[in-house]
């Protein structure tokens, strides 16, 4: 279904609704709600529209298996955001840069990978040139991890624990007593796996994504659209991979790197919007 026109991004008082891309196809309010799709040459991508909201960032002290630098505080996003529905696939990164990083290259619908967050940023500065006005942009930690909660208070937005039918990670290490499953060693293409509550795929496991943020341990008092620290020596990756057992594919996992490093394992997600 076509949407009725939307504001501009700039619009003062639209944080929480859904502005307009120029470029972007169509509006669709589908089972996830609503969605547009910018198409890039041949590639297409949808992105999913994200309320602004708050939660707790990070997780409990009594989740299994969680990592020393998850202390949970309050968040509050105030502004809504457009995030990709999947990770960027090698179509849409050869749709818009001429070389293709990725070891595995069997299907245009795997997400890139073998990518340094350098190389995001520079895909990212040449979509927005190709494409002027769409904002394009890494996720914050904070968003990245809004988005792959999708309401929820769990280790992962699919519940307690997950099987290797909901999350690509090494199945002989599962979480927390799960059943093991097969360890499938690479990535699978987009949407194979099912989506979370808003819509969003492979949020967990895959490949690890990059956030715009550097790395730092969380404050303890509440936080208003946390962008992290304004210097740093490495980057966020969020999400686990394939390679890895489930514990980091929960949605509180924090993973760092240097920003020139390029592993075998390592994606993005898009976001449209100002930050």
């Known amino acids: 279904m076509i949407s009725p026109e939307l504001p501009s991004a700039s619009t003062p008082d639209a944080a929480g609704v859904p502005f307009a891309v120029p470029g972007a196809e169509w509006h669709v309010e589908g089972d996830f709600g609503i969605s547009l799709t910018l198409a890039i040459g041949r590639a297409r991508q949808t992105f999913r529209w994200i309320r602004p909201g708050s939660f707790l960032m990070g997780s409990p002290a009594d989740e299994p298996q969680r990592g020393s630098a998850e202390l949970l505080h309050e968040v509050a996003l105030s502004r809504g955001f457009w995030i990709a529905d999947t990770a960027c696939t090698q179509a849409l990164w050869m749709a818009v840069w001429p070389v293709n990083p990725s070891h595995f ?15 995001a940023q520079r895909f990212i500065g040449e979509l927005n040139r190709r494409l002027s006005g769409v904002n394009a942009r890494l996720p914050s930690e904070a968003e990245w991890e809004y988005a792959c909660r999708a309401g929820t208070t769990t280790p992962f937005s699919f519940g307690s624990t997950v099987t290797t039918d909901e999350v690509n990670y090494h199945g002989g290490f599962p979480y927390a007593g799960g059943a093991s499953g097969p360890y499938r060693q690479r990535p699978l293409p987009v949407r194979t796996l099912p989506a979370n509550a808003w819509g969003l795929y492979e949020m967990h496991g895959n490949v690890w994504e990059w956030c715009e943020d550097w790395y730092a341990d969380y404050p303890q008092e509440p936080q208003i659209d946390p962008r992290g620290p304004a210097f740093g020596k490495m980057r966020v990756l969020r999400g686990g991979t394939w390679s890895d057992p489930a514990r980091y594919s929960r949605a509180a996992t924090r993973s760092r790197i240097e920003p020139a490093y390029r592993p075998r394992s390592t994606g993005f997600r898009l976001v449209l919007g100002a930050r």
């Open 105 to 119: 290259q069997d299907d245009p619908g795997n997400p890139v990978e073998n990518v340094a967050w350098h190389d």
